[in-house]
């Protein structure tokens, strides 16, 4: 099965602040991979697929990037409504799997 | 507006059996992959079993393979799980998503996970 890492697990950030997590992959994904935002109580939510695809109806600062193994989601500036956790998950091989999520709260 | 709801969730004994359902409206059932996806209690996301537009397609993991039973009624745009042989560790909380297209196989644009249910709460204790 191909493993997925995410860094850091824990995120402290103010409104306004630029925010990075990294997720990384056992083996090469292709760029066979989706950003998903929870928050408490609900069903996830996608942002990002194949790497770098926007879904529609998120707002722009949400941006992915990279390719192979490692990749980053980016939030260009917090905002009150992003403080949640995400993950990310890989849906190039079957079993498909998540990273063990990144947790953004407010500093 | 397109919309997932599941239900069917509860308290079962260990080795006890549940289905699971999920209703699907707003959007041309038959036309969509779709997946159960758990969240055990504080715990990240566990893919469980996808199954394609069709049916005919279907997936599984390890962890719940010869025990889960994916299926689909498209005329009743309804998802299903049938869970047999229930442990303590399948208690989680249910969700079924919808894919990007009709397909469910791997390295494909249609299998991502589109849109989420709210989840239905499954328990197995004595």
């Known amino acids: 099965d191909i493993q997925m890492t995410q860094s850091p697990s824990t995120l402290s950030a103010s409104v306004g602040d630029r925010v990075t997590i990294t997720c990384r992959a056992s083996?090469?994904?292709?760029?066979?991979l989706a950003w998903y935002q929870q928050k408490p109580g609900k069903g996830p939510k996608l942002l990002i697929y194949?790497?770098?695809n926007l879904q529609s109806g998120v707002p722009s600062r949400f941006s992915g990037s990279g390719s192979g193994t490692e990749f980053t989601l980016t939030i260009s500036s917090v905002q009150p409504d992003d403080f949640a956790t995400y993950y990310c998950q890989q849906y190039n091989t079957y079993p498909f799997t998540f990273g063990p999520g990144t947790k953004v709260d407010i500093k | 507006e397109m919309q997932l709801l599941e239900s069917g969730g509860g308290l079962v004994q260990p080795g006890g059996s549940l289905r699971l359902s999920c209703a699907a409206s707003g959007f041309t059932f038959s036309g969509y992959a779709m997946s159960w996806v758990r969240q055990a209690p504080g715990k990240g996301l566990e893919w469980v079993s996808s199954i394609s537009g069709t049916g005919i397609g279907t997936y599984y993991a390890d962890s719940v393979k010869g025990r889960f039973t994916i299926s689909r009624d498209n005329s009743k745009s309804t998802l299903y799980l049938q869970m047999n042989s229930l442990r303590a560790e399948d208690t989680a909380v249910y969700y079924c998503?919808?894919?990007?297209?009709?397909?469910?196989?791997?390295?494909?644009?249609?299998?991502?996970?589109?849109?989420w249910g709210q989840g239905t709460r499954v328990t197995v204790s004595s």
């Open positions: 998503a919808k894919g990007a297209g009709v397909i469910a196989v791997a390295a494909t644009p249609d299998v991502v996970f589109h849109h």
């Open positions: 083996q090469s994904i292709s760029d066979w």
């Open positions: 194949k790497a770098s």
